[in-house]
């Protein structure tokens, strides 16, 4: 492979795609040459647009349902199906055959992810897919989007940096690189969204970004798209007169997006036309989602506007004659947006705790608090000690601080393109810090709030050739698994869960962790599966630190692993003695092996384990 | 090209004539009714602009008599695919199809949002407009000789040589981008708004 031309970025989002490059050959330092690659897509039956983002939707037509060629693009494929714009507007009016979310799916622990199992209300007769499948067809998309604009630069000889939320775990992050892989990617690398934010705030500076930020800054990354919330905490530190980023802490996943906030509204104003009388079904439901999105703007930008006309067009096409006339006022908004949405709640303000069934769900495991600034206030308050193991930081978290005082804030995703929506978060947050004696939080402006994402992955891939500033921080959890501990046994009672560190916090690419004391017997073909564990706050715990207690903050449960060894070259039902070791990837993905005490022989240990009792479909 | 030197304000009667000979040619020439269908959609993309604007009426040095050159006939499809879209985003269709008589003002105005949002999403998205005079509308201007007078329409007290001087009355527009979709093959651009059938 000749050295490559271009740096791709992909943001392969829950609602939208977008490719992104940086022409390396024209870039020096942190002067890039780069831009967004518009893709070209299905708009409507036989219609080809080339747009800027692409709707990270599936549609599956039925046979009859579309004319020979109408799905026809640009380059020679025949599709059976339609991925882009056309599918999620079919997709509005046939829903059965429509997949979405297929990323919300990806990172479900609680299902199969590589069976058919979307869309989940399709009929028997509907071909599914699974949510790999559904994300290999995006990333395919783009691949071929691509070589069509740059047939002299083919895809496969550049360097393509794919972004996942900063809260994916590694079950998550391998399917992210294992959909890659199936559409075709080779040398791919993985990236966190909030930090490929900060990155594209980094290249849009020009520069001028070692003025706005100062060694001892906490940079908190905002990022709120179309379906999930993601947060990550970055310090800013000095080494050898050099301005230094490292990630340092990362928030949960919360599914909460502004597709929430706009279907909220619309419910709001259709439950006012109920109560006068007026039905909508959902196709109208649908119109009026829209409708809102374009009043809430106006709304939120003038605080003056009483109120804005809504107006639901007909299905027919007596346009006047059959459509619904009504308003969202500006109380709705201000109440259901950021009242429901960015309540401005005190420091000490936690989401309200999901009551979780197991893993077992079927259906996707939405944020059950819309409180976007309680789940912030809980990762601060969580992340309090954040800082204090770093240099130069020691004396920078006044003592007895309740959360850690972010001192600068990136806002990212379609959401804060609203400026009343940042300013209310951003305003909330500085009444915490207030309360702390502590400087309000500066906003780093100029980011792209769609396209950051895909610019910042592209960017990085100029940055990992040694040009410019790179994050670091490695990962960002220790891992654990789960031991029975091996007290006698009390009759009534599950034998005590210990908690075995396999993995610590902070490890960086490319570093093999030594392997785990703990010997594990596995039994010849049959596979030994074990509880995983993950801690975004535990730093300290070194490999083979074993915790027999802990609270629910602390440590979440990931679902399972599972270890098979072959049965080739041995006896079924041999026992094999195995320790277990992790490595942190170059790509971004953690990869556990089992190696055996004796010989040496090592297997690969697998996360995306289906848990017992979830029948998926 | 028939007349050479067209009135840029033509008189009543003129306009009727005009109005008469263009009923009948929309009705006999489909290929001149999506001409016209482009050029009260989108003045400025419409193929015939050219013939539209008058040349100044003053002999400029050297007004050399142009050949007659065949008018070029513009395909349908781009004006099909831009009426299709108008419909798609703004019901346009379907609001010029519908009779006012029945409704209020207010009915109507509610209607006129979707309508009008819709038709600035299109020409948002497949359209880069700019003015042609980038001076404040009122300001006076200078037009030197040799102007595009393509662009640029004299009215009121046109005499004398250039450059004249004015004031602007209307900026003018200039699609400076056009990205219509691309098509299938076979995809039938007639179809402005497909039949929906909820099964």
Known sequence: MSAPRYAIGIDLGTTHCALAWVDLAASEGEKTAHGVLEIPQLTAPGTVESLPLLPSFLYLPHASELAPGELALPWPDAPQDAVGEFARARGAQTSIRLVSSAKSWLCHPGVDRRAPILPSDAPPEVARVSPLEASTRYLAHLRQAWNHAHPEAPFDEQDVTVTIPASFDPAARELTLEAARAAGYVGVTLLEEPQAALYQWIQASGGQWRKAVKPGDIILVIDVGGGTSDFSLIAVLELEGNLELQRVAIGDHILLGGDNMDLTLAHVVARKLAQAGTQLDPWQLRALTYACRAAKERLLSDATLPAQPLVVPSRGSKLIGGSIRTELTQEEVRMTLLEGFFPQVDASARPASRTRAGLTQLGLPYAQDAGVTRHLAALLGRQVGATAALEGFAGAAPAGASFLHPTAVLFNGGVFKSGVLTERTLATLNGWLAAEQAAPARLLSGADMDLAVARGAAYYGHVRRGQGVRIRGGTASAYYVGVESAMPAIPGFEPPLQALCLAPFGMEEGVETEPLAQEFGLVVGEPVHLRLFGSTVRRQDAVGTLLDFWSPEELQELGEIEALLPAEGRQPGEVVQVQLRAIATDTGTLELTAVATGSGERWKVTFDVRSPGADGA | MTHSTPDPKPSLLRRLSIACGAFFSILANPEFAARVVALRHAPTAAPVAPQAVAPAPQPVPAPAPVAPAPLKAASPDAALQLLALLQRDARLIDFTQENLGGYSDAEIGGVARVVHEGCAKVLREHFTLAPVRTEA???????????????????????????????????????????????????????????????
């Open chain 2, 137 to 199: 509308e009122g300001s006076r201007l200078t037009l030197p000789a040799g102007f595009d007078a393509r662009a640029v329409r004299l009215t009121g007290n046109v005499v004398g040589q250039a450059p004249f001087s004015g004031s602007l009355s209307h900026r003018g527009w200039r699609a400076t981008e056009t990205r219509l979709p691309k098509l299938a093959e076979g995809h039938d651009v007639t179809v402005l708004a497909q039949a929906e059938v909820e099964l």
